[in-house]
């Protein structure tokens, strides 16, 4: 079956970096564009960047633009999110999912696939 597996979360400190890793398991990963999403406590999930599933075109919400870089390594199954600058307003459960089909979107809608989640803390 389809598994999602993120990894990478922890209490960091405001201004650190961290990298979220999502390893994809039971499907043809190079046939599927890849999400970010996250849910803050007490608020509706929310996106936070895509990928095709070439990795080409990439997306992101306004908010971690410019801080935050979506990747794939299509070989390792593995698609990443590398977050700079982390600021307490970051703090979320972090998902990853996936859509089969070349393009992303950022409708949670449009995702068939999610993981568990990883939490991410961000201390002032």
């Known amino acids: 079956q389809v598994q999602l597996v993120e990894s990478g979360g922890g209490l960091v400190q405001a201004g650190v970096s961290l990298r979220l890793s999502c390893a994809a398991s039971?499907?043809?990963?190079?046939?599927?564009?890849m999400g970010w999403f996250r849910q803050a406590p007490g608020k509706q999930r929310e996106f936070v960047s895509a990928?095709?599933?070439?990795?080409?075109?990439?997306y992101y919400s306004d908010s971690v633009k410019g801080r935050f870089t979506i990747s794939r390594d299509n070989a390792k199954k593995t698609v990443y999110l590398q977050m700079n600058s982390l600021k307490p307003e970051d703090t979320a459960i972090y998902y990853c999912?996936?859509?089969?089909?070349?393009?992303?979107?950022?409708?949670?809608?449009?995702?068939?696939?999610w993981g568990q989640g990883t939490q991410v803390t961000v201390s002032s």
């Open positions: 990928c095709s599933r070439s990795g080409g075109n990439t």
């Open positions: 999912a996936a859509r089969v089909g070349a393009l992303a979107y950022m409708s949670e809608s449009q995702y068939t696939y």
């Open positions: 039971g499907l043809t990963f190079n046939s599927y564009a």
